[in-house]
């Protein structure tokens, strides 16, 4: 991804890290997480050091932006397998997606993708594998209170 962005954009300077790690000794208006990443932060504590992190390199009235899966929705219609299908540069990209919910946690699921790759007669299988996090509204403002 940090070569793409790098082709689209060689003027601009990216940094490939841990986000509950961030050290950079540079301050900035907004700090922006997408597509996501933050479900990855499946601990209490893993999110704590992020939002630290993040409030020691924004400015004053410097703006967060990220995205998450809302608990009290997302187990209503979480289902076994669910397919999408795009047509890409004369590939088929098809993606089917397993999630299973955690048994020792309610917050938590497994969630597998297998990526089918489909050129010229050709078909590739790629599997990408996380356990994700969901959370509620009021969790998640204790949560950024607990670290400004
Ligand atoms: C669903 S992907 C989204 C990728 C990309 N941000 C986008 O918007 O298309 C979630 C990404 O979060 C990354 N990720 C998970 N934990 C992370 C962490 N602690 N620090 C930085 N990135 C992390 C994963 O490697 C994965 O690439």
């Known amino acids: 991804m940090i070569n793409i962005a790098l082709r689209e954009y060689p003027?601009?300077?990216?940094i490939c890290g841990d986000m509950r790690e961030l050290d950079i000794d540079h301050t900035f208006d907004s700090v922006i997480i997408t597509g996501r990443s933050f479900s990855y932060l499946?601990?209490?504590?893993?999110?704590?050091?992020?939002?630290?992190?993040?409030?020691?390199?924004?400015?004053?009235?410097?703006?967060l932006i990220f995205d998450n899966f809302n608990s009290y929705k997302i187990f209503e219609d979480i289902t076994e397998i669910t397919e999408q299908k795009i047509e890409l540069e004369n590939k088929t990209i098809t993606r089917q997606n397993r999630s299973v919910r955690s048994e020792k946690n309610p917050h938590l699921w497994e969630w597998?993708?297998?990526?089918?790759?489909?050129k010229g007669g050709k078909k590739q299988e790629y599997k990408d594998r996380a356990t994700?996090?969901?959370?509620?509204?009021d969790e998640l403002i204790n949560l950024l209170i607990d670290t400004i």
């Open 112 to 118: 597998e993708a297998t990526y089918i790759v489909e």
């Open 11 to 14: 003027d601009l300077r990216f």
């Open 42 to 63: 499946t601990e209490d504590n893993e999110v704590n050091d992020t939002l630290r992190g993040i409030n020691n390199i924004l400015r004053k009235n410097g703006i």
């Open 132 to 137: 994700l996090r969901a959370f509620g509204s």
